[in-house]
């Protein structure tokens, strides 16, 4: 499974930005999905987490309606839609993948519920 997330650039308060994470798997509907961020000297942070079929979603307090995730099963990707971004929204962020056969579940905040990882793309919002 491999995972390439793109979209992260730089920009300025108050932008937007959609990042997208597309998955080279046979059927992507059979992974639960999710985004998680790093800031340089900070753990990684939970974001968001998607269904299998896309229609539920769970997201993280910090995002307050700002953060959209969704996803496309007909081209194997995912997408975080980031609205009002802030300067503290400056993170690598990394999609995640989910083997449907997790008894966990999509929905969790755990790093360690997924278990395929991309590299990460940067996102650096300045004042």
């Known amino acids: 499974v491999q995972l390439v997330e793109s979209g992260g650039q730089l920009v300025q308060a108050g932008a937007s930005l959609r990042l997208s994470c597309v998955a080279s798997?046979?059927?992507?509907?059979?992974?639960?999905m999710g985004w998680f961020r790093q800031a340089p000297g900070k753990e990684r942070e939970f974001v968001a987490s998607i269904s299998w079929s896309g229609d539920s979603a769970y997201y993280a307090d910090f995002t307050k309606g700002r953060f959209i995730i969704s996803r496309e099963n007909a081209k194997n990707t995912l997408f975080l839609q980031m609205n009002s971004l802030k300067p503290e929204d400056t993170a690598g962020y990394y999609c995640a993948a989910q083997l449907r056969s997790r008894a966990k579940g999509w929905a969790t905040s755990g790093g360690s519920d997924f278990d395929y990882w991309g590299q990460g793309t940067q996102v650096t919002v300045s004042s």
């Open positions: 798997v046979p059927t992507f509907s059979n992974y639960g």
